[in-house]
């Protein structure tokens, strides 16, 4: 990117990018890291350092690692590399949140001088999608969040479906008589038939009133919290698994923040509102890399791929 004469900057000059003061015929790019986990200090905080690189961290305050508020910054030679998705599980459900910053660590971070750090949230956790779409049943298909999605423990037939961060639509709970067929099924073959027969699987359970005050309750601790860690208010949301609704969407701004960071894949552009900012995620390989940055930073490729996507019904 810098090769390609990309200037990196954080949320303050996105926030100048918007606001027309700095010269939009030049290029600009933004590192954002989701969640807050321990490597980013470990690995990536001297990258950008010796570089020169500011970054974006949209730290979820929920996960914050809160056992020792006292212990000192890790290194490469104690910090265990756990699986994402368990370690997901484990900080979810309170097991273990070592896989992520501490103060002092989040501290750090600041101290460096190379980190923006903004809101995620303090949960990060998901319920059914009222869109109940089957992907297959436990234990052979699995999720972390399946549990609190359940609000009960997992069991043999607990469907593994679309999910829905509770931060963009109230809570929801497998239909009660669907989970008695499901547990009495004989096999996933009849669990599938059951559910694709079924007319309410999900019910809503969380009222409009409650659903917002405790959105708003989310946003208030997660930015409490980073000012506490950092001394800074954030200003900044990104919606934890790039979930959002109309409705959060005006919440989110009722309260304050300035800028809304979505997970919808694309560049930002003289048409993009500052309320629903996309992201392009980062490809495991490098020539996917390369090709993603020349698709989205040139028309031509761009239109043809939302054209494609929109025949396909996709964002």
Same mark, same amino acid.
């Given at each position: 990117?810098?090769?390609?004469?990309?200037?990196?900057?954080?949320? @303050?000059? &996105? *926030?100048?990018?918007?606001?027309?003061?700095? @010269?939009?015929?030049?290029?600009?790019?933004?590192?954002?890291? @989701? $969640?807050?986990?321990?490597?980013? &200090?470990?690995?990536?905080?001297?990258?950008?350092?010796?570089?020169? !690189?500011?970054?974006?961290?949209?730290?979820?305050?929920?996960?914050? $690692?809160?056992?020792?508020?006292?212990?000192?910054?890790?290194?490469?030679?104690?910090?265990? !590399?756990?699986?994402?998705?368990?370690? &997901?599980? $484990?900080?979810?459900?309170?097991?273990?949140?070592?896989?992520?910053?501490?103060?002092?660590?989040?501290?750090?971070?600041?101290?460096?001088?190379? +980190?923006?750090?903004?809101?995620?949230?303090?949960?990060?956790?998901?319920?059914?999608?009222?869109?109940?779409?089957?992907?297959?049943?436990?234990?052979?298909?699995?999720?972390?969040?399946?549990?609190?999605? &359940?609000?009960?423990?997992? #069991?043999?037939?607990?469907?593994?479906?679309? #999910?829905?961060?509770?931060?963009?639509?109230?809570?929801?709970?497998?239909? *009660?008589?669907?989970? *008695?067929?499901?547990?009495?099924?004989?096999?996933?073959?009849?669990?599938?038939?059951?559910?694709?027969?079924? $007319?309410?699987?999900?019910?809503?359970?969380?009222?409009?009133?409650?659903?917002?005050?405790?959105? +708003?309750?989310?946003?208030?601790?997660?930015?409490?919290?980073?000012?506490?860690?950092?001394?800074?208010?954030?200003?900044?949301?990104?919606?934890?698994?790039?979930?959002?609704?109309?409705?959060?969407?005006?919440?989110?701004?009722?309260?304050?923040?300035?800028?809304?960071?979505?997970?919808?894949?694309?560049?930002?552009?003289?048409?993009?509102?500052?309320?629903? !900012?996309?992201?392009?995620?980062?490809p495991a390989n490098f020539d996917k890399f390369k090709h993603q940055e020349w698709v989205f930073s040139h028309f031509a490729p761009r239109a043809v791929r939302d054209f494609f996507n929109l025949i396909r019904g996709r964002k």
């Amino acid at each position: 990117l810098s090769r390609k004469s990309y200037q990196f900057i954080d949320t @303050d000059g &996105l *926030r100048n990018w918007f606001d027309g003061n700095l @010269d939009r015929r030049k290029r600009y790019t933004m590192l954002t890291f @989701d $969640d807050g986990w321990a490597d980013n &200090l470990i690995w990536a905080t001297p990258i950008l350092a010796e570089r020169g !690189i500011r970054a974006v961290l949209a730290l979820n305050t929920g996960l914050v $690692d809160l056992a020792d508020k006292e212990a000192e910054p890790r290194d490469a030679a104690n910090y265990p !590399i756990v699986d994402s998705k368990q370690a &997901l599980g $484990d900080s979810a459900y309170d097991r273990d949140k070592s896989s992520f910053l501490n103060p002092n660590e989040i501290r750090a971070m600041v101290d460096s001088g190379v +980190w923006d750090i903004q809101a995620h949230g303090d949960s990060h956790v998901a319920c059914y999608d009222v869109n109940f779409k089957v992907r297959g049943f436990h234990p052979e298909k699995n999720h972390w969040t399946m549990k609190y999605a &359940l609000c009960e423990p997992l #069991f043999d037939g607990a469907p593994r479906a679309e #999910f829905r961060s509770v931060l963009a639509a109230p809570k929801t709970r497998l239909n *009660r008589q669907l989970t *008695r067929m499901l547990k009495d099924a004989s096999d996933n073959e009849e669990r599938r038939r059951i559910c694709n027969s079924f $007319d309410n699987p999900v019910d809503v359970c969380e009222h409009s009133r409650p659903f917002k005050e405790r959105v +708003w309750d989310d946003f208030a601790h997660c930015v409490k919290s980073i000012q506490t860690f950092t001394g800074t208010p954030s200003k900044s949301f990104f919606w934890p698994w790039g979930h959002y609704s109309e409705r959060v969407e005006k919440l989110a701004q009722d309260y304050g923040f300035e800028m809304l960071f979505t997970m919808d894949k694309g560049p930002v552009t003289a048409k993009t509102s500052p309320a629903r !900012i996309p992201r392009i995620a980062a490809p495991a390989n490098f020539d996917k890399f390369k090709h993603q940055e020349w698709v989205f930073s040139h028309f031509a490729p761009r239109a043809v791929r939302d054209f494609f996507n929109l025949i396909r019904g996709r964002k």
